[in-house]
């Protein structure tokens, strides 16, 4: 069975600060990986994808992912945050030929101007 | 980008009575959707999986009876929970992945409804 773990529950920033969630997953094949964002109130978005080729991966609002197969990890990234990234933050896993998105606990992340 | 709408958005029902949640692709047509329950300040489990014309199918550990779920057209699913009980309350979240185009494959989320049972 596939699982995510992210090991951040909350994290407390100063915009301007740099962002990194981490992401390790569990899966026995190909897997396509997510990370969705939450803003209070709204319903989830996705942020970037990776399914194959470069691992680095951009996605909008000037996030970033890494997948490194070796570690299992799909760590996001953001240089310098802002204000309006506070949300909860949630990757996920589906393998390749699946069907069934998994996800991780969360991560709430608040930016304090 | 592609619109899932879910309605109601919020319902309050009473211990033993059936609620319907809908979940409509607004712009886009979705073989498959997926629903998923939340727990407060927990992660979302996905709860079943409805694929239109076919039926459901669910994750272990979720009642088929006790959730009804109906695929019966591209763009609109369906979520009933019958005989509700207060720890039925939750925040319910359906999915719905785009079936052809250029969105192909790529999935969207509700805006989640809230159930409460009294």
């Known amino acids: 069975a596939q699982s995510v773990s992210q090991h951040n529950h909350h994290v407390i920033l100063s915009e301007a600060a740099s962002l990194e969630l981490g992401c390790n997953y569990s899966?026995?094949?190909?897997?396509?990986l997510f990370w969705y964002v939450q803003y209070p109130g709204q319903h989830l978005q996705l942020l970037l994808k990776y399914f194959s080729g470069d691992p680095l991966v951009k996605g909008i609002k000037g996030f970033e992912a890494e997948f490194i197969k070796s570690k299992f990890s799909f760590n996001l990234r953001k240089p310098s945050v802002q204000w309006s990234d506070t949300a909860e933050y949630f990757c996920?896993?589906?393998?390749?030929?699946?069907?069934?998105?998994?996800f991780g606990g969360g991560t709430r992340v608040l930016v304090k101007p | 980008g592609a619109v899932v709408s879910q309605h109601p958005s919020w319902v309050i029902c009473k211990s033993g009575t059936s609620v319907k949640i809908e979940c409509r692709s607004l712009d886009f047509q979705a073989t498959t959707m997926f629903w998923y329950r939340q727990f407060p300040k927990q992660s979302l489990m996905l709860m079943a999986t409805?694929?239109?014309?076919?039926?459901?199918?669910?994750e272990q550990g979720v009642e088929k009876d006790k959730f009804l779920i109906n695929h019966a057209s591209l763009t609109l699913s369906t979520l009933t929970v019958t005989s509700a009980h207060p720890e039925d309350s939750s925040f319910y979240i359906c999915?719905?992945?785009?079936?052809?185009?250029?969105?192909?494959?790529?999935?969207?989320f509700g805006p989640g409804t809230r159930l409460t049972v009294t």
């Open positions: 409805s694929n239109e014309g076919s039926k459901a199918t669910y």
């Open positions: 999915s719905a992945r785009a079936s052809l185009g250029t969105r192909f494959y790529e999935q969207y």
């Open positions: 899966y026995g094949g190909t897997v396509n």
């Open positions: 996920a896993v589906k393998g390749a030929a699946g069907n069934k998105l998994t």
